[in-house]
């Protein structure tokens, strides 16, 4: 099994996804999901999924039993690979939400980001999906506090400023707590 590429057809191993990868950084990998939504993952996640590159039941077999380790003995899950899990990513800058704000005020443009935001924090509670990055930049800070306050609607979340080396001020994370 080779590295991946850009285009290439992959599947992430402990969930119900696929999409196409978008952007190789080392081991990081971004791809964009079938529902089209941008997430990363490290490259021993994924696989490639039949259509571009062939790959064997044996093989995948391979990669599912390396992922899963020595059997029988139960090792909780460190925090820095709770850092690690991969994360959705939700670009809120007007640019990339509308391909002209000819005509809008701040406050049409503040409405569409946050609806946009509750759309996607929907989604990825529906999708089951732990983390989400929430990227509104720094700004005078007013699409921020109105994020907290969208948040802080939800029970369920638990929310905190984003990685500052990836992110600088810029971004909240959201940490979605899964029903048993």
Excluded: C
């Amino acid at each position: 099994m080779g590295p991946f590429q850009i285009g290439d057809k992959v599947e992430v191993l402990d969930e119900a996804l696929w999409g196409i990868v978008q952007k190789v950084e080392g081991e990081r990998i971004t791809l964009l999901t079938e529902d089209g939504f941008p997430m990363q993952f490290l490259a021993g996640e994924l696989v490639h999924r039949a259509g571009k590159i062939p790959v064997s039941n044996f093989e995948i077999g391979q990669v599912k039993k390396e992922k899963e380790g020595p059997k029988g003995r139960k090792v909780p899950p460190s925090r820095s690979k709770e850092r690690q899990a991969p994360k959705m990513e939700v670009d809120l800058h007007i640019n990339q939400l509308l391909p002209s704000t000819r005509g809008l005020g701040n406050f049409e443009m503040l409405n569409l980001q946050l609806e946009h935001a509750k759309r996607q924090l929907e989604f990825a509670m529906e999708k089951r999906i732990q983390k989400v990055v929430f990227i509104h930049g720094v700004g005078e800070g007013v699409l921020k506090e109105e994020l907290h306050y969208l948040f802080g609607k939800y029970g369920n979340l638990r929310f905190y400023d984003a990685d500052y080396q990836k992110y600088g001020l810029g971004a909240t994370e959201v940490y979605i707590l899964q029903n048993p």
